[in-house]
């Protein structure tokens, strides 16, 4: 069984920083895209930022220049590094990869989350 184990979420103050990592376990054949995203109470999960097996990333408008995905393929595990977080980036964040299990084909597969909160 393919996990994603997600950490690194917590409470800041705005103007602070954090920085999440997720890592994917099982019996896995190849990872291609990883990604996160994030769902504020009332509203829709939303992107924040993917990465792709070769490193090519891109970001949601509103964490432009604050934050930075990056992955360690040799580690399965994607990471992402916030700065400057506002109040309104409080969120669950999800960590999201796209996997080849052994026996299997591509699957999409979540974290459970980790809450981010910014206080003001």
């Known amino acids: 069984q393919v996990q994603l184990v997600e950490s690194g979420g917590g409470l800041v103050q705005s103007g602070g920083s954090l920085r999440l990592s997720c890592a994917a376990s099982?019996?896995?054949?190849?990872?291609?895209?990883m990604g996160w995203y994030r769902q504020a109470p009332g509203k829709q999960r939303e992107l924040v930022a993917a990465v792709t097996s070769g490193g090519s990333t891109n970001y949601a408008d509103s964490v432009k220049g604050r934050f930075t995905i990056s992955r360690d393929n040799a580690k399965n595990t994607v990471y992402l590094q916030m700065n400057s977080l506002k109040p309104e980036d409080t969120a669950v964040f999800y960590c999201?990869?796209?996997?080849?299990?052994?026996?299997?084909?591509?699957?999409?597969?979540w974290g459970q989350g980790t809450q981010v909160t910014v206080s003001s």
């Open positions: 999201n990869a796209e996997i080849w299990e052994h026996g299997r084909s591509w699957s999409n597969y």
């Open positions: 099982g019996s896995i054949f190849s990872i291609n895209a």
